[in-house]
């Protein structure tokens, strides 16, 4: 079953905790991508990764880092949780065709109080 | 730079009627594709459908079609016949030669389909 796995759904953490992000894809697809969803806004990208330890920041990546370390695993940390950090995060993946579609995860709400 | 603007926030319609969505889009770039995703109340996002901005043909996938104005840079979503399940966020998303790595989104469209 091609699926993009997020985990965890649901978060809540203090301001100036650290937060890890994970998300999984049984596709083989190089590339991967975090996005952001917050209300008016749609989706804004974070972090893109191309295949293992090659990423790129993407229109919103202060206060964020990533990591790749294997090519079905992407992870998103937030060191120092921040309140303005809360959002909806969605990981999607795709192949690196040109005319390729993604395939989000189901999101993980994070709450920073 | 590549920038997808959806206008119409919400649109409410009764069940079995005709939708449709807006959606224009900026790019420089001679060769994109266009994509409609739909959001569920449950938040998953998933893909619909796609037209390649070469084709003249508008693309159709069940009950979703595409209108493609290439002069007037707009890919608006149709939904025939529409139903309850209908009820979702869309986005329009454009996927451009120059940056083909990275899919631009709008800020989304709810349609609320009534009984």
């Known amino acids: 079953d091609m699926k993009v796995t997020q985990m965890p759904r649901y978060l809540i953490k203090r301001m100036g905790e650290n937060v890890l992000l994970e998300c999984g894809q049984d596709m083989s697809h190089e590339t991967m991508y975090w996005y952001r969803q917050d209300p008016g806004l749609g989706l804004q990208l974070i972090y893109i990764s191309y295949d293992v330890d090659s990423n790129s920041e993407g229109d919103i990546p202060k206060g964020y880092r990533v990591s790749r370390k294997k090519r079905e695993h992407f992870s998103l940390i937030l060191d120092s949780a921040k309140t303005n950090q809360t959002s909806v995060y969605f990981c999607a993946s795709s192949r690196t065709d040109f005319n390729s579609d993604y395939t989000f995860g189901s999101g993980t709400r994070l709450l920073v109080i | ?115």
């Open chain 2, 1 to 115: 730079a590549q920038k997808v603007t959806q206008t119409q926030t919400s649109i409410s319609v009764m069940e079995k009627t005709t939708v449709t969505m807006d959606c224009v889009y900026e790019t420089q770039d001679s060769s994109y594709f266009l994509f409609w995703y739909k959001q569920t109340a449950s938040g998953e996002i998933v893909f619909l459908i796609r037209q390649d901005s070469y084709k003249k043909e508008n693309a159709t996938v069940g009950h979703y079609s595409l209108n493609f104005q290439k002069p007037k840079s707009s890919i608006g979503l149709i939904i025939t016949a529409t139903q309850i399940e209908d009820s979702a966020v869309y986005f329009c998303a454009m996927r451009a030669m120059s940056n083909y790595n990275v899919l631009y989104f709008g800020s989304g469209t709810k349609l609320t389909v009534e009984p």
